[in-house]
């Protein structure tokens, strides 16, 4: 798992393979190769995780690396799918929880005035306008957390209700998801008529939370 989008992939659905089957060893697979990746891509002073290899050293107009919010964002809510399928007497739980609550902090760090995320997340004056993918996994991963008592709600209530309601205000008339940016693997333009079925997904896990 070399780039940041599979650790919503290959670890969920072995983590829910794993309560399925009520064998452990698919979350322990899970587990090591989702430590083996962090390794590489995640950096501990920003709470963030580059997208692949290529991004580790590229930084953006303003001088700050290169962080994509939907990667972050397929990220964040990967490590609570598989939370949401790790015992609560697993041995390396704890290690998940902090890595969620420093994600978590950050990414409330960095929300945009009107609620979203744009799609650089450190450089968002270069890609100014909201990014609905990335904020939608961001409302997800945060609602999940107070539900599951992982943040405080004074903190982060205030960030999911901003967060809902900059999704809701993309959503067009005739119910299409707009601002969600295409298939890339970096920062890149959107507009209002900009969707995926992916951003859809994600809103309508963020609306389950």
């Excluded at 598989?82 to 969620?100: A, G």
Aim: proline fraction near 4%; charged fraction near 25%; include cysteine.
């Amino acid at each position: 798992w070399a780039w940041c989008d599979a650790l919503f992939m290959g670890p969920t659905a072995l983590s829910y393979l794993s309560t399925v089957t009520g064998d452990q060893k698919y979350l322990d697979t899970a587990v090591k190769l989702w430590w083996k990746t962090t390794e590489y891509l995640y950096d501990p002073v920003e709470h963030l995780y580059s997208r692949d290899g290529n991004y580790l050293d590229k930084k953006e107009k303003n001088g700050k690396k290169v962080f994509w919010s939907r990667g972050n964002g397929w990220v964040f809510a990967g490590l609570v799918r598989v939370l949401e399928n790790m015992p609560k007497d697993y041995p390396d739980r704890s290690r998940f929880i902090q890595l969620y609550q420093e994600m978590a902090a950050k990414i409330a760090s960095i929300q945009q005035p009107d609620g979203s995320w744009h799609a650089s997340l450190l450089d968002p004056e270069s890609y100014p306008i909201k990014e609905m993918s990335g904020t939608c996994f961001y409302c997800y991963g945060l609602a999940w957390g107070l539900n599951n008592k992982l943040l405080d709600k004074k903190t982060y209530l205030p960030v999911v209700k901003k967060a809902w309601t900059a999704l809701n205000m993309s959503i067009h008339s005739d119910g299409m998801l707009g601002y969600v940016q295409r298939i890339g693997s970096e920062p890149d333009k959107v507009d209002e008529n900009s969707t995926e079925i992916y951003g859809v997904g994600a809103f309508l896990l963020a609306g389950s939370e």
